[in-house]
């Protein structure tokens, strides 16, 4: 399992980066997005998850770790307020420079 964890993570951070680098501003935000995904499976993979563990504490002592579910939950708000910011961004420089390019310069020049 975790090497299908690592594997995935890895194939969303190779992919991110190079959607982020690519030209086009759509490409840099669906690449910020596939990091975005790629750390927060990450945080959430870093818990350790266990089966029928309860999430509060029992006689038994074993418990669910809380801390890398607020982590992802936390990183997903941050995300999603990131990306919006990003597509307001790459919108207003489409309407002030009229392409989509990262550097603002036409295809032909």
């Known amino acids: 399992m ?6 995935v993570i890895a194939v969303l951070v190779g992919c991110g980066t190079y959607l ?3 030209a086009r501003t759509f490409s840099v935000v669906l690449g ?3 990091l975005s995904y790629a750390v927060n499976l990450f945080l959430f993979f870093s818990g350790r998850l266990m089966t029928g563990a309860p999430p509060l504490a029992t006689s038994s002592g074993v418990t669910a770790d ?3 579910q607020a982590l992802v939950l936390t990183a997903i708000v941050i995300g999603f307020g ?13 309407g002030e420079l009229g392409n989509d390019h990262v550097d603002g310069k036409d295809d032909n020049s």
């Open 2 to 7: 975790e090497a299908l964890a690592a594997l």
């Open 20 to 22: 982020v680098l690519r």
């Open 32 to 34: 910020l997005s596939l």
């Open 66 to 68: 809380p801390l890398p």
């Open 82 to 94: 990131m990306t919006a910011f990003v597509v307001i961004l790459a919108l207003r420089a489409i």
